[in-house]
């Protein structure tokens, strides 16, 4: 089978598969089972499989074995201060970041999201830290796992631009870090160890 045919057919059953999540109107509902089933078509075809049978490991893929979620960070500093965007949702500030989409490098995920929540451009120099976000000292706990990926990035162009996701942007210095952060995207022992991060490139990647 063409691997790239594979590859854009599972991308299309992602964004099916969830759409299935979030989606209430009955319609929308309609049209993501529709997308899921084309890309089920489109597998099968390529593969020489039943489509039946293509369903039944889908289901059986995500009852029998789960896998952690993987989510992004982008590390910006500027004048020795650290980027950071208030979120509509909750109100709080973070780092610009987001969830890996299917098909996307964890650097391309993390450079696409720092461009639409802040507006500024950059490239990724360096992995900084892996943390598992279920970890105790957490406030809220998830039914999945993630583990979050805090990526060091360069700022080579743009200018700060709010989105559909977030309300304002700004640079921090260390001492002006606002307490309203959203927790547990980010917490305030994670900020401070980013700017030793900065402070001493030559650490290794932290993880836990």
Partial sequence: MNLQWYNW???????????LTFAESPFDIERYEMLQHMAR???????????TELKEIDSQEFRHYSTPKVGGRG?????????????YRDNCWILPGGWVDVGESPSEAIVREIYEESGYRTRVLKLL??????????????LYNIYSLFFLCELIGGSAATSIET???????????????????VTPAQIT??????????????YD
């Fill in 9 to 19: 057919a599972k991308r299309v059953q992602t964004i099916a598969d969830n759409g």
């Fill in 41 to 51: 078509e489109i597998r099968a075809k390529g593969a020489d499989a039943d489509i």
């Fill in 75 to 87: 590390v910006v500093f500027r004048n020795d201060a650290l980027l950071l965007v208030r979120e």
């Fill in 129 to 142: 830290a892996i943390y598992n976000r279920n970890v105790p000292n957490h406030r809220l706990q998830f």
């Fill in 167 to 185: 309300s304002d942007v700004g640079f921090f210095d260390e001492d002006k870090i606002p307490e309203e952060l959203s927790l547990p995207g």
């Fill in 193 to 206: 160890r980013l700017f030793e991060h900065y402070r001493h490139p030559e650490w290794p990647t932290d």
